[in-house]
């Protein structure tokens, strides 16, 4: 088991639980009346409010520890931008009282950091289009040392504890910890006694039976090669369509058994963002799964904001990586 009396972990856990509530406060309030039309910014002033409260949570605890977010508050210091700010601010005020502009974009610039020897990294809003939609995403923090997570958080407003892939759920929260597990609660306010339950991944064999994890959006994975794939496993599973690291949440609880990130023909240098990867990889590992590159080599967190050293992610229940690693090598040869 984790020990939430861990000074790391505790921290992790309030933290991603204040941001994803807040983030669900937002899309309750602001996105409805923004779908019809077509307004982004409830996505941009949930993005920012989220990395304001982990930043903020983080330099109380932390003072000295290094922050890499996926935001910068750079924008929101224009005159255009003032009115952003202003509702950014009203929704962290409800975490941070008395809060001002300034310090909302101090808090958020906590995230500017790159990455040293250790260092935290955060996606505040992970799938803006299921944040958008009302579908799934996912707040995901996690903490990285000499290229290795050690610990990943995951806040998932839309997902039931139970992971039973309904939207509208009443929001769960994953942790694992190197060595220690994996574990999903619910969202909601912590409470001494609050209870955790193990994740472990699907113990599928049969490469036919695989289902596979792919993203809701195909400009986010090669769809035409993941097909593919599943042709070249002989697999008959539909596969599971979602947005966001929420995918390495189902993983890590037997919901499906392969989860990729293939490269386009025209975008071959894509590099996956650390703050994307790292707390989902995590879970799944310590679920019992395996996460590696499209060439079967470890994710190397320690090149930078992204993963330049691999090439596009292999996430399986285990059981399948050898497979799902050549059936890969023999689509791309
Ligand atoms: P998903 O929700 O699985 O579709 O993944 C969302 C993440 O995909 C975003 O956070 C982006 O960082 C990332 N992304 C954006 N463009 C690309 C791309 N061309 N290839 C792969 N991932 C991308
Ligand atoms: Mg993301």
Redesign the pocket.
Known sequence: MINIKDPKVEFAINAVRQAASLAADIQGEMVSQALTKDDRSPVTVADFAAQAVVGYYLGEIFPGATLVG?EQADVLRSPEEKEVLERITGFVNRVIPGVSPELVCEYIDRGIDDPGESYWTL?PI?????FFFFFQ?ACALAYVEFGKVQLGVLGCPNMTPDLDQKTGGIGSLLIAERGCGSWITSLKQFEADQQFTQLSVSPQKEPEYARLM????S???NVSQADFFQEELGGKADPVR??????YALLAAGWGEIYL?L??PD?MD?R??I??QAAGSVIVEEAGGKVSDLDGKPLDFAQGRTLKNNR?ICATNGFLHDAAISALQNISA
């Open positions: 996926e996606d992970d799938g803006t289009k299921g995403y792919r993203s809701f959006e400009g986010h994975t979602m947005d966001s690291q929420v995918k990130r490269l386009f975008r894509y996956e963002k703050w994307d596009g």
